[in-house]
């Protein structure tokens, strides 16, 4: 199901400049027994996506009755289905778009931005990857650096869809990214984590990336805990000498990876305790 600007539609003004030049950003929400997950850590990441790219600010009260309204066809959807596999939950995407309008790339006579809800089914696969666990392959192509947009979810997708496309050309269901001097960044869809001994390390995203929101809530977790969280630049065989590795994202939640590329790893005791406390 699709809403434009709180209608029930499918289709978009020609001139959206979300279309013409991915301007704009998006979340991806998990939708559980009827709430929005972490609901203000995606709020804050949109508002702070809209900052950097000088998008006029969203009014939340009238965003929140259209998303209110995604959430009771979501509630109406499982209601009605006869498969109640992971009928608990859904996901909801908020897509906003500086608007229509506009000349080249000049950002003047843009009346407001348009704002696009859509709403899908939990991926039937992402509880077979949180019990057994993800198998990686390693993207050839690289990240650029872009530190204006490093952390942000914006609307230029470009280098993950040709990478997830090079994963797929591959027979791999997913792909490590490296940047262009070689750093691990992520995967085409997740945040990474892995530890060694004691110590959980995670990639810095000041320079490319996206900085996922249950990236923030594992970091949240395991600050409460005995553990050391390290965040720096870290290379290829640093992550393969991991006693365990992870991933995650807002839909996935945290999944162990069990290899990457010909690296096998074990599901270890942190992955296991962070999928108790934060998947839904």
Known sequence: MFWVDGESQQTIDILDRSFQYGDGCFTTMLVSNGEIEHFHDHQYRVDECLKTLRISALDWNVVNVWLARAIQHIQN?????????NSRKAGIKLHVSRGAGGRGYSTKNIAKPTITISTFDYPCHYAEWQDNGVELGVC???????????????????EQVLMKDEMDQAGEVDGLVLDILGNVIETTMANLFWRQGDVIYTPQ???SGVAGVMRKQVLTTLNQTELSVTIADYCLPQVMQADEVFITNSILGVAPVTRISETQFDIGTVTRSLQGQLNS
């Open 77 to 85: 959807c499982h209601h009605e289905s006869a498969n109640k596999s």
């Open 140 to 158: 050839r192509q690289a990240l650029g650096l872009s530190p204006l947009l490093a952390g942000h979810k914006h609307n230029n997708r470009l």
């Open 205 to 207: 995203l000041t320079q």
